[in-house]
Protein backbone atom coordinates (compact mmCIF):
# COMPACT_ATOMS: atom_id res chain seq x y z
CA UNK A 1 0.00 0.00 0.00
CA UNK A 2 1.38 3.35 -0.65
CA UNK A 3 2.18 6.03 1.67
CA UNK A 4 -0.51 8.99 1.24
CA UNK A 5 1.45 11.91 -0.31
CA UNK A 6 2.28 14.64 1.60
CA UNK A 7 0.30 18.25 1.58
CA UNK A 8 3.48 19.71 0.29
CA UNK A 9 6.64 18.82 -2.24
CA UNK A 10 9.46 18.88 -0.21
CA UNK A 11 12.77 17.93 -2.77
CA UNK A 12 15.94 17.58 -1.62
CA UNK A 13 18.66 20.71 -3.35
CA UNK A 14 20.34 18.18 -5.36
CA UNK A 15 17.19 16.72 -6.91
CA UNK A 16 15.78 19.61 -8.04
CA UNK A 17 16.91 19.96 -11.61
CA UNK A 18 14.73 16.33 -11.91
CA UNK A 19 11.79 17.92 -10.52
CA UNK A 20 11.79 20.81 -13.05
CA UNK A 21 13.13 18.73 -15.97
CA UNK A 22 16.03 20.54 -16.51
CA UNK A 23 19.06 18.84 -16.95
CA UNK A 24 21.73 19.22 -14.19
CA UNK A 25 24.70 20.58 -15.17
CA UNK A 26 28.30 20.01 -13.33
CA UNK A 27 28.17 23.53 -11.69
CA UNK A 28 25.47 22.38 -9.61
CA UNK A 29 27.10 18.84 -8.89
CA UNK A 30 30.27 20.53 -7.71
CA UNK A 31 28.73 22.85 -5.37
CA UNK A 32 27.24 20.38 -3.26
CA UNK A 33 28.96 19.07 -0.36
CA UNK A 34 29.70 15.37 -0.40
CA UNK A 35 29.79 13.44 2.72
CA UNK A 36 32.33 10.70 2.22
CA UNK A 37 33.00 7.85 5.30
CA UNK A 38 36.68 6.64 4.49
CA UNK A 39 35.86 3.42 6.74
CA UNK A 40 32.83 1.34 8.16
CA UNK A 41 33.52 2.23 10.94
CA UNK A 42 31.61 -0.07 13.98
CA UNK A 43 29.76 -2.30 12.11
CA UNK A 44 26.65 -4.61 13.59
CA UNK A 45 24.28 -6.54 12.66
CA UNK A 46 20.62 -4.70 12.65
CA UNK A 47 17.38 -6.32 13.54
CA UNK A 48 16.90 -7.04 9.67
CA UNK A 49 20.00 -9.23 10.15
CA UNK A 50 22.22 -7.55 7.79
CA UNK A 51 24.99 -5.20 8.52
CA UNK A 52 24.31 -1.98 9.94
CA UNK A 53 25.87 0.70 8.36
CA UNK A 54 25.79 -0.33 4.62
CA UNK A 55 24.97 1.06 1.61
CA UNK A 56 21.88 0.11 -0.57
CA UNK A 57 20.62 2.18 -3.41
CA UNK A 58 16.89 3.91 -3.64
CA UNK A 59 14.06 1.29 -5.25
CA UNK A 60 11.97 3.85 -6.35
CA UNK A 61 12.06 7.39 -8.56
CA UNK A 62 9.89 8.96 -5.56
CA UNK A 63 10.79 8.13 -2.29
CA UNK A 64 9.83 10.21 1.10
CA UNK A 65 12.61 10.77 3.73
CA UNK A 66 10.80 11.22 6.85
CA UNK A 67 12.10 12.98 10.20
CA UNK A 68 10.85 9.68 12.23
CA UNK A 69 9.99 6.28 11.90
CA UNK A 70 6.57 5.99 10.49
CA UNK A 71 3.93 7.32 7.98
CA UNK A 72 3.09 9.82 10.68
CA UNK A 73 6.35 11.62 10.94
CA UNK A 74 6.66 15.27 9.09
CA UNK A 75 8.38 14.43 4.98
CA UNK A 76 12.02 16.17 4.94
CA UNK A 77 12.71 15.60 1.44
CA UNK A 78 11.59 13.27 -1.63
CA UNK A 79 14.00 11.98 -3.59
CA UNK A 80 13.48 11.61 -7.37
CA UNK A 81 16.25 9.48 -8.60
CA UNK A 82 15.82 5.86 -8.40
CA UNK A 83 18.85 3.98 -7.71
CA UNK A 84 20.89 6.77 -5.80
CA UNK A 85 23.42 5.12 -3.37
CA UNK A 86 22.23 6.00 0.16
CA UNK A 87 24.04 4.49 3.60
CA UNK A 88 21.65 2.50 6.05
CA UNK A 89 22.80 3.86 9.60
CA UNK A 90 20.64 2.14 11.70
CA UNK A 91 17.01 0.26 11.69
CA UNK A 92 13.55 0.20 13.60
CA UNK A 93 10.93 -2.11 12.86
CA UNK A 94 10.55 -2.05 8.84
CA UNK A 95 11.90 1.52 8.92
CA UNK A 96 15.62 2.10 8.21
CA UNK A 97 17.55 5.66 8.78
CA UNK A 98 19.82 6.58 5.87
CA UNK A 99 22.45 9.10 5.56
CA UNK A 100 22.63 10.55 1.97
CA UNK A 101 25.81 11.72 -0.22
CA UNK A 102 25.31 15.13 1.06
CA UNK A 103 25.06 13.94 5.05
CA UNK A 104 21.64 14.48 4.87
CA UNK A 105 19.91 11.75 6.85
CA UNK A 106 16.49 10.30 7.99
CA UNK A 107 14.22 7.70 8.20
CA UNK A 108 12.54 5.64 4.73
CA UNK A 109 10.10 2.16 4.58
CA UNK A 110 12.34 -0.78 3.63
CA UNK A 111 10.31 -1.52 0.86
CA UNK A 112 11.80 1.81 -1.00
CA UNK A 113 15.28 0.45 -0.86
CA UNK A 114 17.32 -2.19 -3.04
CA UNK A 115 20.21 -4.41 -1.93
CA UNK A 116 21.95 -4.15 -5.24
CA UNK A 117 24.15 -1.25 -5.13
CA UNK A 118 25.28 1.97 -6.56
CA UNK A 119 28.01 5.13 -6.65
CA UNK A 120 27.41 8.32 -7.54
CA UNK A 121 30.32 9.95 -9.25
CA UNK A 122 32.04 13.02 -6.67
CA UNK A 123 31.86 16.36 -7.13
CA UNK A 124 35.17 17.64 -9.39
CA UNK A 125 36.40 17.95 -13.14
CA UNK A 126 34.96 14.62 -14.79
CA UNK A 127 36.14 11.77 -13.47
CA UNK A 128 37.89 8.98 -16.19
CA UNK A 129 36.21 5.80 -16.75
CA UNK A 130 38.92 3.74 -17.22
CA UNK A 131 39.50 0.32 -19.63
CA UNK A 132 40.91 -1.57 -16.52
CA UNK A 133 42.01 -0.73 -12.75
CA UNK A 134 45.26 1.08 -12.88
CA UNK A 135 45.85 4.76 -13.56
CA UNK A 136 47.76 4.24 -16.83
CA UNK A 137 44.49 2.43 -18.34
CA UNK A 138 43.11 3.98 -21.76
CA UNK A 139 40.55 5.96 -20.76
CA UNK A 140 37.15 5.17 -22.64
CA UNK A 141 34.46 7.52 -21.01
CA UNK A 142 34.08 10.63 -18.87
CA UNK A 143 31.49 10.82 -16.19
CA UNK A 144 30.34 13.97 -14.36
CA UNK A 145 29.68 14.33 -10.89
CA UNK A 146 26.25 13.06 -9.68
CA UNK A 147 26.05 10.16 -12.67
CA UNK A 148 24.74 7.39 -10.58
CA UNK A 149 26.47 3.86 -12.03
CA UNK A 150 26.46 0.36 -10.74
CA UNK A 151 28.92 -1.12 -8.58
CA UNK A 152 30.11 -4.68 -10.53
CA UNK A 153 33.64 -5.39 -7.96
CA UNK A 154 35.57 -2.93 -5.92
CA UNK A 155 38.96 -4.13 -4.06
CA UNK A 156 42.21 -1.52 -3.84
CA UNK A 157 42.51 1.55 -5.36
CA UNK A 158 39.92 1.03 -8.70
CA UNK A 159 36.17 -0.04 -8.65
CA UNK A 160 34.14 -1.49 -11.50
CA UNK A 161 31.18 -0.05 -12.66
CA UNK A 162 28.65 0.13 -15.01
CA UNK A 163 26.35 2.71 -16.83
CA UNK A 164 24.79 3.24 -20.35
CA UNK A 165 26.18 0.33 -20.96
CA UNK A 166 29.50 1.24 -20.27
CA UNK A 167 31.76 -1.28 -17.97
CA UNK A 168 34.76 1.10 -16.88
CA UNK A 169 37.16 1.03 -13.62
CA UNK A 170 37.03 4.01 -11.70
CA UNK A 171 39.46 5.30 -9.18
CA UNK A 172 37.86 4.55 -5.43
CA UNK A 173 38.44 8.18 -4.17
CA UNK A 174 35.71 9.67 -7.58
CA UNK A 175 32.65 8.07 -6.01
CA UNK A 176 30.39 7.78 -3.33
CA UNK A 177 28.60 4.73 -2.26
CA UNK A 178 31.70 1.58 -1.34
CA UNK A 179 33.87 2.05 2.20
CA UNK A 180 37.39 3.27 1.91
CA UNK A 181 38.46 -0.17 3.20
CA UNK A 182 35.67 -2.17 1.66
CA UNK A 183 36.00 -5.30 -0.98
CA UNK A 184 32.90 -5.71 -3.04
CA UNK A 185 32.95 -8.88 -5.28
Not at 55 to 60: A, G, I, R, T
Not at 109 to 122: A, E, F, I, N, P
Not at 162 to 182: C, L
Given at each position: MPLPKPDFEAVAPTQLAAVNNEPETATDAITQPLFAPETRGETRIGDSGLPVPR??????GEVYLREGPSPEHKVQWVYVRRGLPVEVIAEYDVWRRIRDSDGTTGWV??????????????AGDNVPLREGPAPDAAVIAYAEAGVIASLKAC???????????????????????????????
Open positions: FVSLKSHKGMLDGRRSVVMTGGEFCEIETKSIDAYVPRQRIWGVYGDETVE
